[in-house]
């Protein structure tokens, strides 16, 4: 199994959307796709349909009280796609774990190999808290969805920082397996300046692949279904399905053998 941790420490920028329509696209092409919504907000769990009643056990059972993981996720309406959903509980996580040695490696320990799963997306609450190390310390890639306006580059450095901070001490493998550029707006200037200058600043580290700002990406969450399935032939579904096809290309020659 690999594991892809979707962050960025700024809120609304494409994390929910890109795991969700990324999840869907990899379970489409026959992988077994395990998605974690690590967001107390449960923004994941109800875009893919998984409402609270629904959600029994969640990913705060899997960290704080080291339930196993298999007990906790739930089949989605998507075949081939599972989730590990969140709840509001979750945001007490960080606080109740405060003094527990191995805080930062509880996700990790969960997400053994042994799970079935071929790919796993983890869903990343908008800070850099304990949550976020959980998913970063977890993870063997990082997918950083960026959306191109003024303050991009910098939240981004703060973002590239906690990632070199935690291969130092925690992951040593992690690896940034691509930025996508979110919501672009081609009519807009400053999107294709911010562009251009991510694109220089950060070359080959760039998906090719932006997705553009797409009202029924909008929309889908609010039914319950992936946009992919929504609509799926929208712009915005097909550059999620580009996308996906892109992330298959980067991810090692082993994995996509699976
Ligand atoms: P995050 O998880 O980073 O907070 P979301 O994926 O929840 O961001 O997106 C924030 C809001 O923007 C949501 O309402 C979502 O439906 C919407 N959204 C996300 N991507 C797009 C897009 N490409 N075009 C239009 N709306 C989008
Ligand atoms: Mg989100």
Redesign the pocket.
Same mark, same amino acid.
């Given at each position: 199994m690999i594991r892809i941790a979707i962050a @960025?420490q700024? %809120? %609304? $920028? !494409?994390?929910?959307? &890109?795991a969700i329509n990324v999840a869907t696209a990899l379970a489409a092409t026959g992988w077994k796709t395990l998605l974690v919504d690590l967001?107390p907000q449960g923004?994941a769990s109800t875009g893919i349909g998984v409402y609270p009643a629904d959600r029994e056990f969640s990913s705060y059972d899997v960290l704080v009280d080291k339930r196993p993981l298999a007990e906790c996720v739930v089949p989605s309406s998507i075949p081939g796609l599972d989730l590990l959903a969140a709840t509001v509980d979750l945001s007490g996580a960080e606080v109740e774990l405060v003094n527990a040695d191995d805080r930062a490696h509880r996700l990790r320990a969960a997400l053994r190999d042994d799970s079935g799963y071929d790919v796993c997306l983890i869903?990343c609450p908008?800070s850099l808290g304990l949550l976020t190390l959980n998913a970063l310390t977890a993870a063997d890639k990082l997918l950083v +969805?960026l959306q191109c306006e003024f303050f991009a580059l910098e939240g981004l450095s703060q973002l590239l920082t906690t990632v070199e901070r935690v291969q130092q001490r925690f992951n040593p493998d992690l690896g940034i397996i691509g930025i996508v550029l &979110?919501?672009f707006d081609r009519r807009n200037r400053l999107t294709d300046q911010v562009s251009d200058d991510v694109r220089s600043c950060l070359g080959p580290l760039i998906f090719e692949t932006n997705? +553009?700002? @797409? $009202?029924r990406?909008?929309e889908a969450?609010s039914h319950g279904v992936p946009a992919l399935i929504y609509d799926h032939s929208c712009a !915005?579904s097909r550059a999620y399905m580009a996308l996906a096809r892109e992330l298959i290309t980067r991810l090692p020659e082993a994995r996509k053998a699976a």
């Open positions: @960025n700024k %809120g %609304g $920028v !494409g994390k929910t959307t &890109t967001d923004n869903d908008p +969805p &979110t919501m997705i +553009p700002r @797409n $009202v990406l909008s969450p !915005g």
